[in-house]
């Protein structure tokens, strides 16, 4: 009884794979990946991973191109400069990727990009007061400021979504950059870019935005904000 209770189970787990008698051990032929089990070679159903290939990606991977192409015509030493500067920062990018990140970051902000590295910036604490949303529409972060300066915070916000959603960590979209007051606080209004983007607001809504200090190509720890939209009359009210 035990192992017909054991083959049946066995039986069970299979069920989805079916087992063959094939040369081909692993990999992926056509439609089907084959892989080893202890009970012999099984095919599944091949994944292709789903590339959107979105317009926001299609920006990004033609701004990654133009940096990297850049690379290619440093000279050595400002080659062996961003190679000193990738081992000295934690992580395991290369000259080149760090050459591209930093720049990157630069031409989104538009600012010109660096063929010598800078020095790794200290950033101070970011702070805010809070997003005020409102139908009408209007989009403010109130009291904006960074201790040590920066040269650009850069605003990244993810569509609209219902009151109860809570995490919204990989929708977030590029808005824009704006420049560092140096006089301190200040109230950036985003309206035009969150609209521009995602269009107009419904009362009720809820807006998520992350707010990021800049400096020298280097992004500091960012800020979360989020807020309700508010009808026109309760913003009169």
Not at 104 to 127: D, E, H, R
Request: aromatic residues 6%; contains cysteine.
């Amino acid at each position: 009884r035990g192992a017909a209770a054991r083959n049946k189970h066995l039986a069970q787990m299979e069920k989805p794979m079916a087992k063959i008698r094939s040369t081909q051990k692993h990999g992926s032929v056509g439609p089907s990946t084959f892989q080893n089990s202890p009970h012999g070679t099984i095919e599944r159903l091949r994944v292709v991973p789903v590339d959107p290939n979105t317009l926001a990606q299609q920006n990004q991977r033609a701004l990654l191109s133009t940096v990297s192409s850049q690379w290619r015509g440093l000279t050595d030493e400002q080659r062996d400069a961003w190679k000193a500067l990738a081992i000295q920062r934690a992580g395991n990018l290369t000259g080149s990727q760090t050459y591209n990140q930093v720049n990157a970051v630069l031409v989104k902000c538009g600012l010109p990009t660096m063929a010598m590295p800078p020095a790794v910036p200290i950033f101070g604490k970011l702070s805010g007061a809070g997003l005020l949303v409102e139908e009408s529409p209007r989009l403010l972060l109130q009291q904006v400021s960074v201790a040590g300066g920066a040269d650009r915070f850069i605003l990244e916000a993810c569509a609209p979504v219902g009151q109860g959603i809570s995490n919204v960590s990989n929708r977030f979209r590029y808005l824009t950059a704006v420049p560092v007051a140096a006089e301190g606080p200040v109230d950036l209004d985003f309206t035009a870019a969150y609209t521009g983007l995602f269009g107009a607001l419904l009362a009720g809504e809820r807006v998520f935005v992350r707010l990021t200090a800049m400096k020298s190509g280097f992004k500091g720890t960012p800020l979360h904000f989020s807020a309700i939209a508010r009808s026109a009359d309760a913003s009169t009210a």
